[in-house]
């Protein structure tokens, strides 16, 4: 069992930048490929970008693509997930997902998730 919990939420101006982070722990021996999520108010839980274990290889959604880069530091067991020029669309609840095997763009894929982390952007 991976065990994860998101930080860094908070309230934020459009055009501004916001940081979260995503500590894991549990049995973090394994190589496990980690993803960040986003739930928006009425909407469907969406990808944004995703890491290999090595974080050699990166994916990201094209909505957030060139302004929220996903980076980990496996020595501390953490994940983070750099949000720049923020908008009102980016509002929302934002999840750090962990998977055993190689990082994807499909929810379904991830076994282990945070409980959520709120960002609000205020327009």
């Known amino acids: 069992q991976v065990y994860l919990r998101e930080s860094g939420a908070g309230l934020v101006q459009a055009g501004g930048s916001l940081s979260l982070s995503c500590s894991a722990s549990?049995?973090?021996?394994?190589?496990?490929?980690s993803g960040w999520f986003r739930q928006a108010p009425g909407k469907a839980r969406e990808f944004l970008a995703a890491?290999?274990?090595?974080?050699?290889?990166?994916y990201y959604s094209p909505s957030v693509r060139g302004r929220f880069p996903i980076s980990r530091d496996n020595d501390k067991n953490t994940g983070y997930l750099q949000m720049n020029g923020l908008s009102a669309e980016d509002t929302g609840l934002y999840y750090c997902?962990?998977?055993?095997?190689?990082?994807?763009?499909?929810?379904?894929?991830?076994?282990?998730w945070g409980q959520g982390t709120q960002v609000t952007v205020s327009s």
């Open positions: 997902a962990a998977r055993d095997g190689a990082a994807t763009r499909d929810a379904g894929d991830y076994e282990y």
């Open positions: 549990g049995r973090t021996s394994i190589s496990y490929g």
């Open positions: 890491i290999t274990y090595s974080g050699f290889t990166t």
